[in-house]
């Protein structure tokens, strides 16, 4: 008998995945435990919720703001199951941030923990937004949900990049199956895996490599509402986590913390990391010091592997093979990789070249940005990541962007020139550079030199910027000074305004 269209084309299957361990736990959180069966019930009886009277969202954005946890997959889950696109929302953005996502999106329906409810009231009413709190759930439930195929929009993340405003980067369902899909078989997941999420839920690296994949692969998934390196150790100790991910800075925090403990302490952690089968670090380049000075401490080698909104991950070290310190690895299995020169040929085998992709798992388009979506990708469909890399000896070595406007600062990704468009909003600045300058703990720190028109008090500027934008965005040393360093095209020279704060 042949299966019907829908057989093959139904949406991200991390329902059908979870019925095949429905007793078991899926999530820690607070200390409770929760089973798939909860989240598929859960999720089923929010997602009837959010149709009302519809039998389809078809595809209306749905923004949530949800702390880490059980309701924040059970959200997730449910507007993917109501046939919505799920817009997950920064906890630490100030209002202005999240006011522009909401706009962008156009989001009818915004969800949140019941702490979030009051920043979003008035916000709502004036513009006829339905605001759900998490522990809402209908009072009927219909029998069906809709079959949403896999070509159909599942989620929007938004990224910084080389435009002043973020961008929404659009997935399907296909996308984010092919990504998740990818690292199971690449880095052997299965049911008897744990893991602990300390990353923040609006990023692909949480939500698709560490609760993505946990989810589907019928493991367990703990949550910590935020990170600190003194209560992650102690969770270490627990021995029950036994694959972990994280950013370069998280692991510079953690070795930092190591070096605070006693002799016995320090061998009660070795042992606990005996447990584990796979500890995974990206988001940034990782120092090679990190990944060396980790192996001492825990015996383990970082898989280092990279990846980006627009793909999902698309490079890694071998799970079982040499682990190249200072290199990212090889495609992962259905990512096709080329290194491009300028000219868009294929570079010299022994050339760097800006790394392009094709797959299944590339995006779909930056939302209502049909023009930067044709511009990122080469007439033959290949995305350009405008990371520069070298093959060196089969294993890719990131060189750097090609853009010295974005900064990866904790793991985050950072538009300089959204930080000075809102730096040229504050009356007594005439004119501004921000730059990322290196930075052992962060990767690269934010910084700003600005030019003035009168007296700025720094510390008072900094205040003002977070009502602005994000805390982990805003410039951690400003540098006044006359004027900017500028070519002779008058245009100004970052890599010169690095210089002003060495
Ligand atoms: C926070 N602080 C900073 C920064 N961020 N200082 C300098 N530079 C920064 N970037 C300051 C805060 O302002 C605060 O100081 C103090 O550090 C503690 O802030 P808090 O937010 O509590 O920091 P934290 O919790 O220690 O955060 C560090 C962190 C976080 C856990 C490393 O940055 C993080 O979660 N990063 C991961 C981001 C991520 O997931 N990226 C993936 C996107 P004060 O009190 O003075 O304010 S990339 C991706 O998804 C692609 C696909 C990929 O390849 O993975
Ligand atoms: P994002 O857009 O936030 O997903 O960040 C993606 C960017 O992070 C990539 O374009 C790279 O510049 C950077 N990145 C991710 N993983 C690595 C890595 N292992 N080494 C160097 N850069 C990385």
Same mark, same amino acid.
């Given at each position: 008998?042949?299966?019907?269209?829908y057989?093959?084309?139904?949406?991200?299957?991390?329902?059908?995945?979870?019925e095949?361990?429905s007793?078991?736990?899926?999530?820690?959180?607070?200390?409770k435990?929760?089973?798939?069966?909860?989240l598929?019930?859960?999720?089923?009886?929010?997602?009837y919720?959010?149709?009302?009277?519809?039998?389809?969202?078809?595809?209306?954005?749905?923004?949530?703001?949800?702390?880490?946890?059980f309701?924040?997959?059970?959200?997730?889950?449910?507007?993917?199951?109501?046939?919505?696109?799920?817009?997950?929302?920064?906890?630490?953005?100030?209002?202005?941030?999240?006011q522009?996502?909401?706009?962008?999106?156009?989001a009818?329906?915004?969800v949140?923990?019941?702490?979030?409810?009051?920043?979003?009231?008035?916000?709502?009413?004036?513009h006829?937004?339905?605001?759900?709190?998490?522990?809402?759930?209908?009072?009927?439930?219909?029998?069906? +949900?809709?079959?949403?195929?896999?070509?159909?929009?599942?989620?929007?993340?938004?990224?910084?990049?080389?435009?002043?405003?973020?961008?929404?980067?659009?997935?399907?369902?296909?996308?984010i199956?092919?990504?998740?899909?990818?690292?199971?078989?690449?880095?052997?997941?299965?049911?008897a895996?744990?893991?602990?999420?300390v990353?923040?839920?609006?990023?692909?690296?949480?939500?698709?490599?560490?609760?993505?994949?946990?989810?589907?692969?019928?493991?367990?998934?703990?949550?910590?509402?935020?990170?600190?390196?003194?209560v992650?150790?102690?969770?270490?100790?627990?021995?029950?986590?036994?694959?972990?991910?994280?950013?370069?800075?998280?692991?510079?925090?953690?070795?930092?913390?190591?070096?605070t403990?006693?002799?016995?302490?320090k061998?009660?952690?070795?042992?606990?990391?005996?447990?584990?089968?796979?500890?995974v670090?990206g988001?940034?380049?990782?120092?090679?010091?990190?990944?060396?000075?980790?192996?001492?401490?825990?015996?383990?080698?970082?898989?280092?592997?990279?990846?980006?909104?627009?793909?999902?991950?698309?490079?890694?070290?071998?799970?079982?093979?040499?682990?190249?310190?200072?290199?990212?690895?090889?495609?992962?299995?259905?990512?096709?990789v080329?290194?491009v020169?300028?000219?868009?040929?294929?570079?010299?085998?022994?050339?760097p070249?800006?790394i392009?992709?094709?797959?299944?798992?590339?995006?779909?388009?930056?939302w209502?940005?049909?023009?930067?979506t044709?511009?990122?990708?080469?007439?033959?469909?290949?995305?350009?990541?405008?990371?520069?890399?070298? +093959?060196?000896?089969?294993?890719?070595?990131?060189?750097?962007?090609?853009?010295?406007?974005?900064?990866?600062?904790?793991?985050?990704?950072?538009?300089?020139?959204?930080?000075?468009?809102?730096?040229?909003?504050?009356?007594?600045?005439?004119?501004?550079?921000?730059?990322?300058?290196?930075?052992?703990?962060?990767?690269e720190?934010?910084v700003?030199a600005?030019?003035?028109?009168?007296?700025?008090?720094?510390?008072?500027?900094?205040?003002?910027?977070r009502?602005?934008?994000?805390?982990?965005?805003?410039?951690r040393?400003?540098?006044?000074?006359?004027?900017?360093?500028?070519?002779?095209m008058?245009?100004?020279?970052?890599?010169?305004?690095?210089?002003?704060?060495?």
């Amino acid at each position: 008998m042949v299966a019907p269209d829908y057989f093959y084309k139904t949406m991200y299957k991390c329902v059908e995945q979870a019925e095949k361990f429905s007793e078991k736990t899926a999530i820690i959180f607070d200390e409770k435990s929760y089973t798939y069966q909860m989240l598929i019930d859960s999720s089923a009886s929010m997602a009837y919720h959010l149709l009302d009277v519809r039998n389809d969202l078809q595809e209306e954005r749905v923004a949530y703001m949800v702390d880490p946890g059980f309701d924040y997959v059970k959200v997730q889950w449910a507007i993917w199951r109501a046939g919505g696109v799920a817009v997950p929302l920064c906890l630490t953005y100030p209002f202005p941030s999240l006011q522009y996502v909401l706009e962008d999106t156009e989001a009818k329906i915004v969800v949140v923990s019941p702490q979030y409810k009051s920043m979003f009231e008035e916000y709502a009413v004036q513009h006829g937004i339905r605001l759900i709190e998490t522990h809402e759930s209908p009072s009927t439930i219909k029998n069906n +949900l809709p079959i949403v195929s896999d070509d159909r929009r599942a989620m929007i993340l938004y990224t910084s990049g080389t435009t002043s405003l973020p961008k929404g980067v659009v997935t399907t369902h296909e996308n984010i199956q092919t990504q998740v899909s990818t690292l199971i078989e690449a880095w052997q997941w299965t049911s008897a895996d744990s893991t602990i999420c300390v990353l923040p839920l609006h990023h692909v690296h949480g939500i698709i490599n560490v609760i993505g994949c946990s989810l589907y692969a019928g493991a367990t998934c703990e949550f910590m509402s935020s990170f600190s390196a003194e209560v992650l150790f102690s969770r270490f100790l627990s021995g029950a986590i036994n694959v972990f991910m994280a950013v370069p800075t998280i692991y510079f925090k953690l070795i930092s913390h190591w070096e605070t403990l006693n002799d016995q302490q320090k061998a009660e952690a070795k042992d606990a990391f005996q447990q584990f089968r796979l500890m995974v670090c990206g988001s940034a380049a990782l120092p090679v010091s990190i990944l060396e000075k980790w192996e001492v401490i825990s015996g383990h080698t970082l898989l280092e592997r990279y990846g980006m909104t627009e793909i999902g991950m698309a490079i890694s070290n071998p799970y079982i093979g040499q682990r190249r310190a200072g290199h990212v690895g090889i495609a992962l299995p259905g990512v096709s990789v080329r290194l491009v020169d300028e000219k868009n040929q294929s570079a010299a085998s022994d050339q760097p070249g800006e790394i392009q992709i094709k797959g299944k798992n590339v995006f779909l388009e930056y939302w209502k940005r049909a023009d930067a979506t044709k511009e990122s990708f080469t007439e033959d469909g290949w995305f350009k990541t405008g990371d520069v890399a070298l +093959l060196d000896e089969g294993y890719y070595r990131i060189l750097g962007r090609n853009s010295v406007d974005i900064i990866k600062s904790g793991g985050y990704k950072i538009s300089a020139l959204e930080i000075e468009e809102v730096l040229r909003t504050y009356a007594a600045i005439a004119d501004c550079a921000v730059v990322g300058i290196d930075n052992d703990e962060w990767g690269e720190l934010v910084v700003a030199a600005i030019v003035i028109k009168e007296h700025v008090d720094t510390s008072e500027l900094n205040m003002w910027m977070r009502t602005q934008m994000a805390a982990y965005k805003t410039p951690r040393v400003y540098k006044i000074v006359d004027e900017l360093p500028r070519n002779a095209m008058g245009k100004v020279v970052k890599n010169d305004v690095k210089k002003l704060f060495i």
